[in-house]
């Protein structure tokens, strides 16, 4: 009875003597299911990507695959557009969300709260809704076109299977975590050192710069990074709303492997993924790990 | 209430700009799509539908193919659930209760998921599958739509299973109580409702994976999402997406009530790394 009241108060990092392997059966199936298919298949990619059959059927070393990725324009292609689309979804997702999070931080009251919901509500739409939803508003003949001609402006030209439209749809999906990640960043920004910079004649730019700034950075880059990993091989958006060509590496890597039916290249393509998210996977994790242990 | 807003003036402007940008971007759409699934005529370029009505309702739930879909969300989001649960809350009171060499690095090897872009890990897990013929198969999907939801199913039980007061525990084994009674009676009761929360919020997002299914199911399996991509990618009649999405908005409608506790006090961004 008091060993397990001492287990009570213990933390998860724990330096007890009294281990019971019996605990390890509770917790083996899913533990071989992350294994099987988790960290198998990563290794599994590389290996297989790497260590290749060659013409004459020996086993060994082989980047040929990568190479072929690094020399066709088309891959490079989809490569760029993949990086511009993170790279232009992050910016304005930061642009969207750091305001946000800001104003519900420093207030209260029902249009705070309202303003909240209505954040947080994209969680709760499918992106296959959100896809259908784009096209009936900004697609050719939409919404935006019908209420234009009503006030007599041109048509715009349709952001629908341009860049644009992944871009469009990817911050929509991204702004509900990434504004909750903000928010609870901003929770640690103490009231106190905000009034006390104010004291001392600080403006509110000031005040965001020196005092809220340092302290939500952290914050800021787990939001990015979490956003990155999810945009990067994002598949369901650019794949309705993006163009066929240069296609973004989640519609890609899917063509190459059911309609192409070339693991390899498909798998290639993957490591390829790996590798530029790797920085933002493992900083991610490790922000998540550490704020669980506390 | 605080330093800035009170500094800004009794009208909150820049609440009002939010919540009338908001609006526009995240209501506007939806009620567009709305409006689209009770149409019978809207010609360009009218402002306001020609003639409302239910008669593509009827169409959409005649279609053979909408409800082969349907019942095959909800069997593969049923079997799914189901043996998550089954396999996730055994592991989770383990590592919320008991002491067993490399418990730590066990618990957060369920984050490994997360450090890898998730589509390009899907290709990968595809390419074992295309060797093992899963690939077009029932139980194909059911395994990737398991691994999605794994971390969620033992993160948040195990938080709930720590936050019971054992005390309680100890004052019932006292009195004489098994430990099956225990778990029972006093356990459960404290960890039941955040454990229904995850398990419904693993129902709803199961129900909605679309790219596992895709990837994996195609062409056999084809769930509510899959086939809600193939009536936007073939341009068929308008409203049938429209009905489809206001039919799938339902459960997603649910889990937004259930959420709210889940959601409440930023502990559930804090579980992704806030």
Known sequence: ?294 | MSTMTTARGRIDWLGIFFAGLLTIAIVGPLLVVGTWAFTEVWRYPNVIPQQFGFRFWAQTLGRADVWNALMLSLQLTTVVTLLSALICLPAAYAFARMNFPGRNILFFSFLAGHAFPKFGLLVAIAAIFLQLDLIGTFWGVVLIQLVGTLMFMIWIPVAAFQSVDRRMEEAARDVGAGPFRVFWSVTLPQAGPTIAAAVLLSFVGTFYETEGAWLIGAPGIRTMPVLMISFINNQMVIQFGAVLSVLLWVPSFIALMFARRVIGGGAFARGFGG
């Open chain 1, 1 to 294: 009875m008091s060993e397990a009241t001492k287990q009570a108060v213990r933390p998860l990092v724990d330096t007890a003597e009294s281990r019971r392997p019996i605990g390890l059966l509770f917790v083996a199936i899913p533990v071989f299911l992350v294994i099987w298919l988790v960290i198998w298949p990563a290794i599994n990619a590389i290996s297989r990507t790497v260590w290749r059959k060659d013409k004459s059927g020996e086993m060994g070393f082989d980047l040929s695959s990568y190479a072929f990725f690094f020399s066709d324009s088309y891959s490079l292609d989809n490569l760029s557009i993949t990086l511009w689309t993170t790279l232009v979804c992050a910016i304005l997702l930061l642009m969207i969300c750091l305001p946000i999070a800001l104003y519900l931080r420093f207030s209260r009251g029902r249009l705070a709260a309202y303003v909240q919901a209505l954040a947080i509500f994209p969680m709760f739409v499918p992106s296959i809704i959100l896809a259908f939803a784009f096209i009936r508003v900004l697609g050719p003949n939409g919404m935006v076109d019908i209420l234009f001609n009503a006030v007599d402006l041109p048509k715009i030209r349709t952001p629908y299977l341009t860049p644009w439209g992944p871009v469009i749809g990817l911050v929509w999906d991204n702004i509900p975590l990434t504004v909750l990640i903000l928010l609870a960043g901003l929770g640690s920004v103490a009231n106190q050192s905000i009034e006390a910079a104010r004291d001392v004649g600080a403006n509110a730019v000031q005040v965001f710069w020196h005092i809220i700034l340092p302290r939500i950075s952290n914050s800021i880059l787990v939001a990015l990074s979490f956003s990155v990993l999810g945009i990067f091989s994002s598949f369901t958006l650019p794949y309705l709303l993006g163009p066929a060509s240069p296609e973004m590496l989640g519609p890609f890597m899917q063509r190459t492997l059911r309609e192409v039916q070339d693991p390899v290249g498909a798998m290639t393509q993957a490591v390829i993924a790996f590798g530029f998210c790797i920085v933002f996977g493992l900083f991610y994790v490790r922000s998540v790990a550490r704020s669980r242990e506390k």
